[in-house]
């Protein structure tokens, strides 16, 4: 049977495009969202373009147990000061959490390689709104330092152990043309990006704090007492700036032990 010259030319066209469909019908398709395989839709870190979203980078990389992007976060003389009545601080009277130590830390909490077990899931929640106020320490100049103060809501599952740490933390940040900026960060003087220089614990001295330092223990971890409590997916609805509230009330509840920011550290410095 012969095809008329009309017909041919059709098929020079039709027959390409139908191979092409057939080649890319099962690949990514540009027009859908990015889609990571475990955590569902992928949102990018936050960029460290002013005071309150090198703190969101912070938040980001704790949701997201990131170490690259997190040893990125601090100043050269970076510090963290414990909450007063953490007596699990006393272990580092004579080894302050600096950069060093603070990376160390987390290193071995995002992704392994201390004596305690890795997490499997880490969630962090903060104020929705995060004000910066002039930095209230003396001899800082409000252009380059601010401070930041939110509210905080940790849970961090390993294979063996769920903790929670609820309270509120004080973070002052420096803008990068006026920071100690790590050398092995390769990073140069900047304006445009900002760093945590430094980290208050005020846990204890809050509404989520006081009711761990007065509960009656129900166990004891590595640097002090702990309390048992019912943990629940983080309520993720909008509230006000250091409004705190219960979890969710859904899905199964967990067994989690409360501790300290101190009592975090000392698992995990090792």
């Known amino acids: 049977m012969r095809i008329h010259p009309s017909g041919v030319r059709a098929l020079r066209i039709v027959l390409p ?5 057939l080649a890319v019908g099962g690949c990514f398709n540009p027009f859908a969202p990015l889609i990571a395989t475990s955590t569902g839709i992928y949102i990018p870190p936050p960029e460290p373009n002013s005071a309150e979203n090198v703190i969101r980078l912070f938040e980001w990389c704790w949701k997201n147990r990131d170490i690259t992007r997190y040893q990125e976060l601090f ?7 414990f909450a007063l009545g953490d007596s699990a601080g006393n272990l580092f009277r004579d080894r302050p959490v600096d950069r060093d130590e603070e990376l160390t830390i987390a290193r071995n909490l995002f992704v392994g390689g201390g004596a305690e077990p890795a997490a499997t899931n880490i969630s962090l929640t903060m104020d929705p709104t995060l004000v910066p106020m002039p930095d209230s320490r003396p001899g800082k100049n409000p252009k380059w330092h601010k401070e930041i103060v939110t509210g905080v809501d940790l849970y961090i599952k390993t294979d063996t152990q769920e903790y929670r740490i609820m309270g509120s933390a004080r973070f002052f ?7 100690a900026i790590p050398t092995d960060l390769g990073f140069k003087s900047d304006s445009t990006r900002w760093y945590i220089d430094q980290w208050n614990d ?11 330092a007065s509960a009656r223990t129900a ?14 997916p983080a309520d993720r609805s909008p509230r006000v700036p250091g409004e705190r509230r219960a979890p969710a009330a859904y899905g199964a509840p967990t067994p989690a032990i409360q501790i300290t920011w101190g009592q975090l550290f000392a698992f995990y410095s090792d």
């Open 17 to 21: 495009l139908a191979l092409l469909l």
């Open 219 to 232: 166990g004891t971890v590595r640097g002090g007492p702990a309390v048992l409590v019912t943990v629940l």
């Open 75 to 81: 100043t050269a003389d970076f510090r963290f000061q």
């Open 202 to 212: 005020e846990t204890l001295t809050s509404p989520g704090g006081t009711a761990l």
């Open 173 to 179: 940040v420096v803008r990068g043309d006026s920071a």
